[in-house]
T-cell receptor, first 114, second 109 residues
Framework: DTAVSQTPKYLVTQMGNDKSIKCEQN?????MYWYKQDSKKFLKIMFS???????INETVPNRFSPKSPDKAHLNLHINSLELGDSAVYFC?????????????FGNGTRLTVT | GQNIDQPTEMTATEGAIVQINCTYQTSGFNGLFWYQQHAGEAPTFLSY??LDGLEEKGRFSSFLSRSKGYSYLLLKELQMKDSASYLCAVVDSNYQLIWGAGTKLIIKP
């Protein structure tokens, strides 16, 4: 009965490869997000989707592309991986657009690019 | 620019009380969140303040002063399991969440 689940938990890959991280939420929330947490522990918003529409798209490289087949899923696809992409990626969801509603996070995907 | 300041690390003793401060300079204010993050785990929601004053929830309380751009999280009767990072996040005028780097709290027996 996990609320927000993302897979895989660990991902080790080489530079130049393409990879995807999947995320699903069973909370019935309207909005889903992808965050990147670097080694200094800052959480940086990458994308959010509300009712299948992109409502935030921060200045992330276009190698990163979110895909939302439905309201309960928001996957993250990364092309041509670089060393600097190594980080922990968190999926999250919230009711509404999140300005008053807390975020519910998945357990994170630790991406290591070698 | 927008900025959230928190102490990097704090140490406290089991059973004691600790206050973790957060000061912010943001373009507008629409609320402040506190999250707890254990090492290697996801952040989990602790509290939300949008009006001035103290919000109490069990052993944890959160205080907000909008005029001072200041909040604190108060943890009472500390337990070893409270060892974690505590993240302050502010909702700005564009309803964007601005995150602090977090305060790592170490609890000693």
């Amino acid at each position: 009965d996990t609320a927000v689940s993302q897979t895989p938990k660990y991902l080790v890959t080489q530079m130049g490869n393409d990879k995807s991280i999947k995320c699903e939420q069973n909370l019935g929330h309207d909005t889903m997000y992808w965050y990147k947490q670097d080694s200094k522990k800052f959480l940086k918003i990458m994308f959010s989707y509300n009712n299948k529409e992109l409502i935030i798209n921060e200045t992330v490289p276009n190698r990163f592309s979110p895909k939302s087949p439905d309201k309960a899923h928001l996957n993250l696809h990364i092309n041509s991986l670089e060393l600097g992409d190594s980080a922990v990626y968190f999926c999250a969801s919230s009711q509404g657009s999140g300005e008053h509603s807390p975020l519910h996070f998945g357990n994170g995907t630790r991406l290591t690019v070698t | 620019g927008q900025n959230i300041d928190q102490p990097t690390e704090m140490t406290a003793t089991e059973g004691a009380i600790v206050q973790i401060n957060c000061t912010y300079q943001t373009s507008g204010f629409n609320g402040l969140f506190w999250y707890q993050q254990h090492a290697g785990e996801a952040p989990t929601f602790l509290s939300y303040n949008v009006l001035d004053g103290l919000e109490e929830k069990g052993r944890f309380s959160s205080f907000l002063s909008r005029s001072k751009g200041y909040s604190y999280l108060l943890l009472k009767e500390l337990q070893m399991k409270d060892s974690a990072s505590y993240l302050c996040a502010v909702v700005d005028s564009n309803y964007q969440l601005i995150w602090g780097a977090g305060t790592k709290l170490i609890i000693k027996p």
